[in-house]
């Protein structure tokens, strides 16, 4: 197995809840019923993930085979991501198409590497007669990235296709080109069909609300110029054991529990006026966070009042 695909693995694998592993590597199905019952997933995280990880390379993993992996804990914690729904519209007078699964997986990837030269696609279909796609992209002189990929799920016979919000919006419109029109009598052709692809204000309603509420707050958190540049910030906290239980060992400690908590990043205040915006945290952000320009400091000593 490749170092780059097992290093995929293990991080997919190190991202799973513990009591979620064995329900997501067993709708992986790519280690059988015997190999799983070899692995003691009662003991530390990282023994279990280097034992899998010596299973898979026993199997020869792919990176088709950790792509995999990495849709079903997509599909398990979608809520973790913003997704937009785009509309695809038929030209006047046009059949219902007849949904051919194979054909469309074929033609998806064709045409996306015809225009990309260092694109991976990988596909899973569900109960729910939706295929969700996972495109890794990289560009003309770099290898796809497999950790930044952006996800699709479509509905077959259905115009509305959900996209996870992603940075490189520039591959939108050729993700929209993909989804071609089709009939029984008439082949699927690579090649685009200029479909019309439209933001359903009805679906999609509450999330530009959403994003207005999130936009007009951090602009007036942070304001609409550059921020200073800060490369870490930290914050003490001394607070006293609080519990409504009698004779407690904590309760009975006449010094207060301590705590460091420190945030570092090339530009943080950026980073944290990005949060909201890229649906990592809730608007607006906690004023120990934001007052950091007001207060001109870094270090912060937070105490029971």
């Known amino acids: 197995m490749d170092e780059t695909v097992a290093e995929f693995i293990k991080r997919t694998i190190l991202k ?17 019923e015997n190999q799983l019952q070899t692995v003691n997933f009662r003991q530390r995280k990282e023994s279990v ?3 899998l990880i010596h299973l898979c390379e026993e199997k020869r993993a792919s ?24 509309q695809m519209n038929k030209g006047p007078g046009e059949d219902v198409d007849l949904f051919d699964m194979k054909q469309f997986k074929n033609s998806f990837k064709k045409i996306l590497q015809r225009a990309l030269k260092n694109v991976t696609v990988s596909f ?15 560009t003309q002189y770099t290898k796809p990235n497999q950790y930044k990929p952006t996800y699709v799920v479509y509905y077959s016979q259905t115009p509305y296709a959900f996209m996870s919000s992603s940075m490189l919006r520039r591959n939108t419109p050729l993700l929209g080109q993909t989804f071609e029109t089709h009939n029984s ?24 609300v959403e994003k207005e509420r999130v936009q007009r707050i951090t602009q007036e958190t942070f304001g609409d110029y550059p921020q200073p540049q800060l490369e870490f910030a930290q914050y003490k906290l001394e607070t006293k ?7 407690s060992i904590l309760a009975e400690r006449e010094e207060p529990l301590r705590c ?3 945030f570092s990043s090339p530009h943080l205040l950026e980073a944290l006026k990005s949060l909201a915006p890229a649906g990592i945290a809730d608007a607006p952000l906690s004023p120990l966070l934001t007052c950091i320009p007001n207060k001109r400091m870094n270090y912060f000593k937070i105490r029971d009042k």
Request: hydrophobic letters at 45%; aromatic letters at 10%; charged letters at 20%.
């Open 16 to 32: 799973i809840p513990m009591n979620e592993l064995t329900t997501i590597l067993k709708a992986w199905d790519f280690l059988s």
């Open 49 to 51: 993930v280097q034992h």
């Open 63 to 86: 990176l088709s085979d950790a792509a995999l992996l990495d849709i079903i804990y997509m599909q398990f914690h979608q809520h973790q991501k913003v997704w937009d729904v785009f």
């Open 124 to 138: 899973r279909e569900t109960e729910e007669n939706a295929v969700w796609i996972r495109i890794a992209w990289g």
């Open 185 to 208: 009598t008439t082949p699927l052709q690579e090649r685009s069909l200029g479909l019309d692809i439209n933001m359903d204000s009805r679906i999609i309603h509450e999330n530009i």
């Open 241 to 247: 054991f609080k519990s409504g239980l009698n004779g």
């Open 260 to 262: 460091l908590i420190k």
